[in-house]
């Protein structure tokens, strides 16, 4: 029998190779870091992150809130500068893409990391279509600053655009663009200068699609024991059967 001791837990259950590393996580981080390449201002590249800090409480302590001596003196005014050109990204929908369904029965390989060590398997794996949509909210310093944003947007995402993601040792392709159904005014958006706010912010959407392998446990073997269509002699863990060389 194959010396394998993550084998019997993958395949049994008690270790779930597909929910071992966050899919959707991996695709944002890798969405950002395409976009980080794609649009730039006056010669520098515009970052692209999410803004998320759980809730108000680091943003209070950050502007120097003090509950100990107000109301007698004013806390709460140190003032927090943030980059600009900027672009704010926020994850939204998440959507099944059924009629783009492929065949249950393919067979591919993954690794997995385990006690500091790299195991490949392989194993019978559905790739599930989705589409997820990101908003993005571009804020810049000018109208002009705008227009270039606007003009590399048009050139540079109208169309499909490319980028491969790793997954569990997989490598996935990744494709987004501005939805087709959109309007010109509701694609981009001038959100304009206040008496508050001198900045301009551009609003877009975009729409993210990719395959997130589902592995069926049943069907996971090492991958040394799986060579050019070929089972090697080998004890299945659980149910004891034994597989012989066709």
Known sequence: ???????????TGEIDANNQSLFLSILIKGL???????????????????????????????KG????????????????YSMVPRCLVQPGSVDILTDQLT??????????????????????YRRLPI?????????????????????Q??????????????YLGQTIGVTYKIPDNYETESMIEFDGATLE????????????ETNIPI????????????????VLGIELPGDREIIDIQ
């Open 1 to 11: 029998m194959i010396d394998n001791p993550l084998w019997s837990k993958l395949r």
């Open 32 to 62: 950002i870091y395409n976009l980080n390449d794609k649009i730039s201002v006056r010669g520098k590249y515009v970052p692209h992150y999410i803004l998320n800090t759980g809730d108000d409480i680091m943003y209070l302590e950050v």
């Open 103 to 124: 065949s249950p029965y393919t067979r591919g390989a993954f690794t997995f990391d385990y006690d500091d060590t790299l195991y490949t398997f392989s194993a019978e």
């Open 131 to 151: 589409k997820v949509g990101v908003s993005l909210k571009y804020v810049l310093d000018s109208l002009t600053d705008a227009f270039q944003v606007i003009q």
């Open 65 to 80: 809130q003090d509950h100990s001596i107000e109301p007698l003196e004013v806390s709460n005014e140190d003032y927090i």
């Open 153 to 166: 947007t048009f050139v540079q995402q109208a169309f499909i655009n490319k980028f491969n993601i790793t």
């Open 197 to 208: 706010d001198k900045n301009r912010k551009i609003s877009m959407d975009l729409e993210v």
């Open 215 to 230: 592995i069926y446990k049943d069907t996971i073997i090492p991958s040394d024991a799986y060579v050019k269509g070929f």
